[in-house]
C-alpha cells in the first residue's frame, strides 16, 4: 500500500460526510479499518445523494406498477408502453448545488447526466425539459445565477442536439442561497430493445467507454448530501465538466453497439462515477468485480485508485459484455473516436477488488456497500394548517383598475414571459416538435417518423407546498395530469425530483412525508405513477431551507400529433367556455401575493376524482376535434388564463359577468378547471356532453377584437398586456447589477 495514504479515522470518516454510527457499522462490515480508498467508496454509497437514506422509507409508499409500466423506480429511467411496440424511457434528476457554486457547467452536466440516465437504457432522446427556481430579482446573484444556467442549458442541449421544449422558472427569496435546477429527458425504445444494469455472467468482461478520467466532480455526491456554509465557492473543483460534443458521439455510438447482441449490462456513470457504477451494476447482479485501473483511460498525470473512484468527469459508462464480444464494441467505439478499454471483469466473488500499481487496494463485500446503507426513519412533525383568509379578501381593491391589476400580475417575475429563456434553446432541432414553450399546457414531441407524440410537462407550486405540504403534493400530480389532458393527452406515469433542506429537522422531514403523502393520493386516484425520480436534500444554506419543491415530470401519449390543442385563441367568434366551478379560492394565490402584499393561508384544496372526471371530458372534446383551444387555469386564476390565451393568439376576448365578479371568481386558483375556446357550431355539442358527464360547463364569453372587455368596456388592450408580460425579463437580464 502506497505511503502517502492518510490513516483512515473517525475524524477522516467525518469528513467524508459519516456519522460516527456509519462508521461503526462499516468497521462491522469489514471486520477491520478501511483503506483510504474504501473509505471513499462507502462513505459515497452511502451519502443521501446515492443511498436515499432518509427517503428511501417514505418513498416505498409511492404506487409505481400500472399496466403501462414496464420498469418502475430502481432503473436509470422509468419505461412506460407506448404501444405498437414503442416505450418511452425518461426520468427528472437535480443538479441543484453544482449549478449554484458553478451555473454554466452545473446545469450543462446536469442536462448531460439525465441524457445518460434515458440512452442507457436504450433510447434516443428526443426532448429535454427543465424546472427552475432562482432567489429574489432583488438579491445580488440571481442575474448572475440565471444567465449562467440558461446559458449552460442551452449550450449543452443545442449541441447535443436533443430540443428543450419546455420548462417552468420561478423566483422567490428562498432559493437566494440555494437554487434548482432539475433536468427532465424523454426517449424512445423499442419494447423488446431496453438494456438494465445488473451485472451477469462471470468473468465477462467490464468495459470503461467515452471520455477520459480526470480530477473533476470528485466528492460531487458529498457535496450534494450536505447543507451549505459560507465556504460552499470554495467548492468549486468538485462541480463537473461537459462537453456535449462527446456526449453527441456517445449516444450515437451507445445506440450502434445496442443494435448488436454484445452487451450484457449497461450503467452511466454519474454521481460518484466509477465507484457508482461498478457497485450498482455488480450489487444488483449478486456478483463481484475485479478492476485494474492502470487500465482506466485518465487525462491527468499521478492519479490516485482514491480519485479515479470518486472522479465525476462526465461522458463515461461502463458495460458488461458477453464474452469475445470485445473486438466488436471496440471497433464501434473507434470509429467514433471515443475511449475504449477493458478495465476488469466479473466475478463470483462478491466482493470489489481494486487493484493498480501491482497493488490491491480496496477488497470489500459488495453487498453490504450496495444493499445495506443505513435507512433512516428520521422524526418528523406535521406542517401547521394555515387559518383561512377573512371572507372581504375578494373585495376587489378600491383603486386601480381590473386592467392595472392584470397588467401587474402578468408582468410579476413569476408570470412574466420566459421567452428569453426558451429562445436560447433548440426547441425544435429534430423537426419532430408540436407545441414547445408557450405554446401549449404541455410541450407535444412526436415519435420519430410517426404519427404519434407523446406530451410532456414540468409542475409544481412550491408556496402551496410550504403552507400545506399533503396538498401541494397533490396539487403538483393534478396539475401534471390537467396540463396533460389540456392538450388532449392520456396521462402515462410521472417522474418526481423531490427537492427539499435538511432532512435532520424535523420541520423540514415533516414537509417530505407530507408531500410524499399528498403525491400518492394523487396518483392512485389518477392512475398516475411514479416511475423513476430523484431526491435532493439538503437544500439549505446557512440553515435557511428552500421551500418545499416536489417538482413533477410527467408524460402522455397522443395517437397523432396534430390532434393536439394549444392554448391560443384561433378564431374570432369562438365561444368561451369554463369547465369547472367558478372560483373562490385566494389562499396562497399569485393575486394575494402580488397585489395584497400577503403570502397567506391555505392552498386550494385539491377534489381527486373531479380532477379526473373533468380531465377525462376535456381529453375526449379534444380528441374529437370540437375544441380550438385549452388552458389549464392554474397561478393567477380564470382571468390570467384568459388573458394568456389572448396574447399567444392576438385575438381578444369579450367576457360577461365581470362587471359583479368579486376577486375569487377574478384570480381564484380553484383547481380541476380549463378554459376552451370552440367553434359557435360546436358549443352546444360540448355543453351536452359535459351535462351527460356530470361536469359543470358556463359560456363566459367569446372571442373577439385586440382587447379583454367585459360586455363592452374595455378592460386592458392585448398589446399593453403583451409588452407588460414580454418586457419583464429581458429588462432585468439587460440592467445593470445592483
Not at 396539475?479 to 410521472?494: D, K, Q, T
Not at 408524460?555 to 368561451?576: H, K, Q, W, Y
Request: glycine letters at 12%.
Amino acid at each position: 500500500m502506497s505511503q502517502n495514504q492518510p490513516e483512515v479515522t473517525l475524524e477522516l470518516a467525518r469528513e467524508h460526510g459519516m456519522t460516527e454510527a456509519e462508521y461503526n457499522l462499516a468497521l462491522e462490515l469489514l471486520g477491520r479499518t478501511p483503506t483510504f480508498t474504501e473509505l471513499g467508496i462507502i462513505s459515497v454509497m452511502w451519502s443521501e445523494h446515492c443511498s436515499y437514506k432518509s427517503s428511501k422509507h417514505w418513498l416505498m409508499q409511492l404506487p409505481t406498477t400500472g399496466p403501462q409500466v414496464i420498469c418502475g423506480p430502481g432503473e436509470n429511467a422509468g419505461v412506460v408502453d407506448f404501444g405498437d411496440g414503442d416505450a418511452i424511457i425518461f426520468k427528472m434528476e437535480s443538479h441543484n448545488h453544482p449549478s449554484y457554486i458553478e451555473p454554466y457547467q452545473g446545469a450543462a452536466t446536469g442536462v448531460g447526466g439525465i441524457l445518460r440516465d434515458v440512452f442507457t437504457m436504450g433510447a434516443r432522446p428526443i426532448a429535454n425539459m427543465n424546472a427552475l427556481r432562482f432567489g429574489s430579482p432583488d438579491h445580488p446573484k440571481t442575474r448572475h445565477l440565471v444567465s449562467g444556467v440558461v446559458a449552460g442549458i442551452g449550450g449543452y442541449g443545442n449541441c447535443v442536439g436533443v430540443p428543450t421544449v419546455g420548462g417552468e422558472t420561478n423566483f422567490h427569496r428562498a432559493y437566494n442561497g440555494n437554487i434548482l435546477v432539475n433536468a427532465m429527458t424523454v426517449g424512445v425504445a423499442k419494447t423488446d430493445r431496453i438494456f438494465y444494469s445488473a451485472a451477469a455472467g462471470v468473468g465477462n468482461p467490464v468495459v470503461y467507454v467515452g471520455s477520459k478520467t480526470g480530477r473533476d466532480g470528485i466528492h460531487g455526491a458529498t457535496m450534494a448530501s450536505a447543507e451549505f456554509t459560507e465556504d460552499s465557492e470554495e467548492k468549486r473543483p468538485t462541480v463537473q465538466v461537459g462537453d456535449p460534443f462527446t456526449e453527441k458521439l456517445l449516444i450515437e455510438a451507445c445506440l450502434e453497439l445496442m443494435a448488436t447482441d454484445a452487451i450484457v449490462a449497461i450503467q452511466d456513470m454519474g454521481a460518484a462515477g466509477l465507484t457508482s457504477s461498478s457497485v450498482e451494476m455488480a450489487g444488483k447482479g449478486g456478483l463481484g468485480m475485479e478492476m485494474v485501473l492502470d487500465d482506466v483511460p485518465m487525462r491527468e498525470e499521478g492519479m490516485t485508485p482514491y480519485e479515479i473512484m470518486l472522479s465525476e468527469s462526465q461522458e463515461r459508462m461502463l458495460i458488461i459484455l458477453k464474452p469475445g464480444r470485445e473486438e466488436v464494441a471496440r471497433a464501434i467505439f473507434d470509429k467514433w473516436e471515443l475511449d475504449f478499454a477493458v478495465i476488469g471483469h466479473l466475478t463470483d466473488t462478491g466482493r470489489l477488488v481494486i487493484k493498480m500499481h501491482g497493488q490491491t487496494w480496496c477488497d470489500m463485500p459488495i453487498a453490504p456497500v450496495s444493499n445495506a446503507a443505513p435507512m433512516y426513519q428520521r422524526p418528523w412533525e406535521p406542517t401547521p394548517a394555515q387559518p383561512e383568509l377573512e371572507d372581504d379578501v375578494r373585495l376587489l381593491p378600491a383603486s386601480g383598475t381590473l386592467g392595472d391589476i392584470l397588467e401587474k400580475l402578468v408582468s410579476c417575475p413569476d408570470q412574466a414571459s420566459k421567452r428569453w429563456i426558451w429562445e436560447q434553446y433548440d426547441s425544435l432541432v429534430g423537426g419532430d416538435t408540436r407545441f414547445m414553450s408557450g405554446q401549449a399546457d404541455a410541450a407535444v414531441v412526436r415519435l420519430p417518423g410517426q404519427k404519434k407524440a407523446v406530451a410532456i410537462t414540468t409542475d409544481v407550486s412550491p408556496r402551496y407546498c410550504l403552507a400545506d405540504p399533503v396538498r401541494g403534493g397533490a396539487q403538483a400530480v393534478a396539475e401534471a395530469y390537467r396540463n396533460l389532458s389540456a392538450v388532449g393527452a392520456l396521462p402515462l406515469a410521472i417522474t418526481d425530483n423531490m427537492n427539499f433542506g435538511n432532512p435532520e429537522k424535523p420541520r423540514i422531514m415533516g414537509q417530505f412525508v407530507g408531500a410524499i403523502q399528498g403525491m400518492s393520493d394523487a396518483c392512485r386516484a389518477l392512475d398516475f405513477p411514479v416511475v423513476s425520480g430523484n431526491v435532493s436534500l439538503y437544500n439549505e444554506t446557512n440553515g435557511e431551507a428552500i421551500l418545499p419543491t416536489p417538482a413533477i415530470g410527467a408524460v402522455g401519449s397522443l395517437p397523432d400529433a396534430m390532434l393536439a390543442v394549444g392554448i391560443a385563441f384561433r378564431n374570432e367568434g369562438d365561444t368561451i367556455l369554463l369547465v369547472g366551478e367558478p372560483g373562490r379560492h385566494l389562499g396562497q394565490s399569485l393575486y394575494l401575493r402580488e397585489i395584497l402584499g400577503r403570502e397567506e393561508g391555505p392552498p386550494p384544496p385539491v377534489d381527486l376524482a373531479v380532477e379526473r372526471r373533468n380531465g377525462e371530458f376535456v381529453r375526449g372534446v379534444i380528441r374529437d376535434g370540437l375544441v380550438a383551444s385549452s388552458h389549464d387555469i392554474a397561478d393567477g386564476g380564470l382571468l390570467i388564463t384568459v388573458a394568456e390565451m389572448a396574447m399567444a393568439g392576438g385575438i381578444g376576448a369579450n367576457l360577461a359577468g365581470l362587471d359583479k365578479a368579486d376577486a375569487g371568481e377574478l384570480f381564484g386558483e380553484d383547481q380541476g378547471r380549463y378554459v376552451l375556446a370552440v367553434r359557435p357550431e360546436h358549443a352546444t355539442a360540448v355543453q351536452e356532453r359535459a351535462k351527460a358527464a356530470g361536469v359543470p360547463v358556463s359560456v363566459i364569453g367569446k372571442t373577439n377584437g385586440t382587447a379583454l372587455s367585459a360586455r363592452g368596456p374595455e378592460i386592458i388592450s392585448i398589446e399593453r398586456l403583451r409588452k407588460a408580460n414580454e418586457a419583464w425579463l429581458p429588462g432585468y437580464m439587460t440592467a445593470e447589477a445592483k
